[in-house]
């Protein structure tokens, strides 16, 4: 990617490529626990520590697919702001979201962001779509993929 900052416009030159990787971030048990109490969701492989252990397929608590998907958001502005400066940005929408593999607690996980496709659709607006890669640090497997549909105003 460019040094400086580039028009939400001259984000189309750069459709295929990958346009950067996120920081990572840490899903330890106390922001399980908080996205469990924000959703109500609280199944035992998330929060009940020993009985996951006893009983998971993961040997403790992992953290929700949602909470991981959640993750999408302020990924994908870290990366992509530091490369372009829009009035602001919506999200439009989602496809194709699988869930490769579980986040154990206390794992990191962060985003590689791929521009799959930026469509001008007049108003100085912008749909941008990425394929996101949300990795799992030393794990081979990705926690999840998805394609984000995000609307930019130039």
Not at 25 to 48: K, M, P, S, Y
Not at 83 to 108: E, H, M, Q, T
Not at 127 to 154: C, D, K
Request: aromatic share 6%.
């Amino acid at each position: 990617m460019p040094a400086s900052k580039m028009s939400v416009a001259d984000l189309a030159k750069h459709v295929g490529e990958e346009i950067g990787v996120s920081s990572w971030i840490l899903l330890d048990q106390n922001r399980i626990n908080e996205f469990a109490h924000c959703t109500g969701d609280h199944q035992w492989i998330h929060v009940d520590g020993e009985r996951a252990a006893r009983e998971g397929p993961f040997g403790g608590t992992i953290a929700h697919g949602f909470l991981t998907l959640s993750l999408l958001a302020p990924t994908g502005f870290e990366v992509l702001l530091a490369c372009i400066s829009p009035k602001s940005v919506v999200n439009y929408g989602l496809d194709k979201v699988r869930f490769v593999a579980p986040v154990r607690s206390g794992k990191r996980v962060r985003n590689r962001i791929r521009i799959t496709s930026v469509e001008e659709k007049g108003a100085a607006r912008f749909l941008v779509t990425t394929e996101n890669t949300m990795e799992i640090e030393g794990e081979t497997r990705p926690a999840l993929t998805a394609s984000a549909l995000a609307m930019f105003m130039a």
